[in-house]
């Protein structure tokens, strides 16, 4: 079962911030946060991957909670192409095991 | 760079015939994955593979599913006879074991079985 949870869905305004909560009370202390996303007919996508420090890459802003118990993923400027299922997973770095995907949440960016 | 690649992107079939996937991972991937996504749902794994050998195949429906990895790059997933409930969307996705954090995943094959 996923480790994680989130809201169904949210809607945004193109151009503003969109800011994605996951909550993961559970979470290991050898466990990252790690966010993909899966575009309408498209693989999913990774984003971003996070142990306790926030992270930023070309693409979005990871922001862990000092607990771990929760994250918010940012997407800084969010287009109409940001529209995705956004999962949020928890898992170990290391190694090849697989991606445990829960239901995800529906981001709609509006023009 | 190609990425992973999958054929047929679309299959429509009825139920009782067989039918078959291929995906080609990212050139000197070593691992290889097998997703499920039902309609709704998150992909679940049916399968992965280090090289050659199937590693993580609990998930994998034994009694109509089969799959194999020759040579330890393509792979091929196999179910036959089809039931109307593997009506899904099969996803590859293959990672180098030295840089696991990102795994590449296809476009996904969508099943119907009628």
């Known amino acids: 079962d996923a480790k994680t949870t989130q809201p169904t869905s949210m809607d945004c305004a193109e151009g503003r911030a969109a800011n994605l909560p996951c909550n993961h009370s559970t979470i290991s202390g050898n466990e990252y946060v790690y966010w993909y996303r899966q575009i309408h007919s498209q693989g999913p996508q990774y984003i971003i991957h996070g142990l306790k420090n926030n992270e930023t890459n070309e693409m979005a802003s990871l922001i862990i909670t000092e607990d771990r118990k929760s994250s918010t993923l940012i997407l800084p400027h969010a287009t109409l192409r940001d529209t995705a299922v956004y999962y949020c997973?928890?898992?170990?770095?290391?190694?090849?095991?697989?991606?445990?995907f829960g239901k995800g949440m529906k981001l709609t960016v509006n023009p | 760079e190609a990425g992973v690649v999958q054929s047929p992107r679309y299959k429509i079939i009825e139920k009782k015939q067989p039918v078959a996937f291929w995906c080609n991972p990212i050139s000197g991937h070593n691992t290889l994955y097998w997703y499920r996504q039902n309609l709704g749902q998150g992909p679940e794994l049916l399968i992965r593979?280090?090289?050659?050998?199937?590693?993580?195949d609990s998930q994998l429906p034994k009694d109509r599913f089969s799959a194999e990895r020759l040579k330890g790059v393509d792979s091929t997933l196999k179910i036959q006879p089809a039931e109307l409930g593997d009506s899904a969307v099969y996803l590859c996705?293959?990672?180098?074991?030295?840089?696991?954090?990102?795994?590449?995943f296809g476009p996904g094959t969508r099943l119907t079985v009628t």
């Open positions: 996705a293959s990672t180098h074991r030295g840089s696991s954090y990102e795994q590449y």
């Open positions: 997973i928890v898992r170990p770095q290391g190694g090849s095991e697989k991606l445990v």
């Open positions: 593979y280090e090289n050659e050998e199937a590693v993580d």
